[in-house]
């Protein structure tokens, strides 16, 4: 599911945690791409919309320059966090298939935080065939996916380029929410 809304819209974040809804069980894994936003907050969110009712949460803090900085202090003992260049998509790649091989047969919730960010940094046409791979990847594995997309910051081309990679395309408009197959 590919969410087109403003990210200062609390709604969206409802949307987000409806999205990696946690009442599968067993209990699921969870991956966020942070591409603008600190671990601290990152777990607060989860933690605010499903108490601890995740197994594990891998955070992809996607960050400028050098991403061997130290670890932030403890989360919690069921969260990592993962730091890699956001230009680096071969890393981000890498992280990806190591969540995937750590979780193994448990469920997986995925969401993809701000792909507004990831085409900053590439153009969208590789921001499109690294999704392309990566979805693919977490759908053989039975995950869960998501996205957020600002549609306001990107042009259309660049929504058009990457809405085939997903199911659907939930849209906030005028205070209602719609659903594009």
């Known amino acids: 599911m590919l969410v087109c809304a403003d990210p200062l819209n609390a709604d969206r974040e409802a949307a987000c945690s409806s999205l990696l809804d946690v009442t599968d069980r067993p209990s699921p894994s969870l991956l966020v791409f942070a591409y603008n936003r600190r671990p601290r907050v990152v777990v607060e969110h989860v933690r605010e919309h499903a108490g601890s009712e995740f197994e594990s949460l891998t955070i992809l803090d996607l960050c400028d320059g050098d991403h061997r900085q130290g670890q932030p202090a403890t989360l919690g003992s069921n969260v990592t966090v993962e730091r890699e260049s956001a230009s680096n998509l071969t890393g981000i790649g890498i992280g990806v298939a190591d969540v995937i091989d750590r979780v193994e047969d448990e469920p997986l919730h995925v969401c993809l935080g701000s792909l507004t960010t990831l085409v900053q940094y590439v153009d969208p046409e590789t921001a499109f065939k ?30 058009m380029t990457l809405k085939p990679l997903f199911d659907g395309v939930l849209r906030r408009q005028r205070r209602e929410w719609t659903l594009d197959g």
Do not use: G, K, M, Y
């Open 130 to 159: 690294f999704l392309q791979v990566t979805i693919s990847r977490l759908e053989a594995a039975d995950a869960v996916v998501h996205a957020h997309l600002d549609p306001d910051a990107v042009d259309e081309e660049t929504t």
